[in-house]
């Protein structure tokens, strides 16, 4: 497993940016898929987007396709989370998640259940 510590989160204006930062450690971080979840209120734990190994392939929700861009540092062992255009209804808890299964298709690692490390969480609230 992946120890993961996450900054960045903040309060926004609708249309904002912010980037989200996760840094992890261990020496399996470069065959790790690392992904970000975000949970609103009330609201169950929903996928945002995953980095397949080395960054060579992204997975994004529907919901913030063309906004949000993962990326990743495998040097720094650090995933980031830009987020632009940001809406009221991306206002949410950002985790960030790790795990070291093997994947056909990076989107069948879309459930919380598929990760094995996470962060604390971080708190992004944007206003309008």
């Known amino acids: 497993q992946v120890q993961l510590v996450e900054s960045g989160g903040g309060s926004v204006q609708a249309g904002g940016s912010l980037r989200l930062s996760c840094a992890a450690s261990g020496r399996t971080f470069s065959r790790s898929v690392m992904a970000w979840f975000r949970q609103a209120p009330g609201e169950e734990r929903d996928f945002v987007a995953a980095s397949g190994w080395g960054g060579a392939s992204t997975y994004y929700a529907d919901s913030v396709k063309g906004r949000f861009t993962i990326s990743r540092d495998n040097a720094k062992n650090t995933v980031y989370l830009q987020m632009n255009s940001l809406k009221p209804e991306d206002t949410a808890v950002y985790y960030c998640?790790?795990?070291?299964?093997?994947?056909?298709?990076?989107?069948?690692?879309?459930?919380?259940?598929?990760?094995?490390?996470w962060g604390q969480g971080t708190q992004v609230t944007v206003s309008s």
């Open positions: 998640a790790a795990t070291g299964r093997i994947y056909y298709k990076l989107s069948s690692l879309s459930a919380p259940a598929d990760y094995d490390s």
